[in-house]
């Protein structure tokens, strides 16, 4: 159960604008270029793997508010945590914590 639950939101769309309202230590594009240069590769190459930054939640002291994943595997993981959030009434007891 997040603050944000009253309004509707999902867990995961609610965790997204809770860090987003906690503020991040850096944004998207300062997080994806410090990757790239650590990597060795620039920006436009870290993109064109199909890389990029997606909010993290973490919680961890030293999170930079950003997580660096496979766009595509993302937006799959995230279409299943909608998915099991949409259909959470239909299968009582199946959910952990329905
Ligand atoms: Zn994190």
């Avoid at 990029?52 to 799959?76: I, R």
């Amino acid at each position: 159960m997040t603050p944000l639950s009253f309004l509707g939101f999902n867990e995961a769309h609610a965790a997204t604008v809770m860090a987003y309202f906690r503020g991040r230590a850096m944004t998207k594009e300062e997080f994806e270029r410090g990757y790239a240069e650590r990597g060795g590769i620039s920006l436009e190459q870290l993109h064109a793997w199909g890389r990029g930054a997606v909010p993290c939640d973490c919680g961890a002291p030293e999170c930079a508010g950003w997580q660096m994943v496979n766009l595509e595997d993302y937006a799959e993981h995230m279409r299943l945590i909608e998915w099991i959030a949409a259909t959470r009434d239909h299968f009582p007891g199946q959910h952990p914590s329905a």
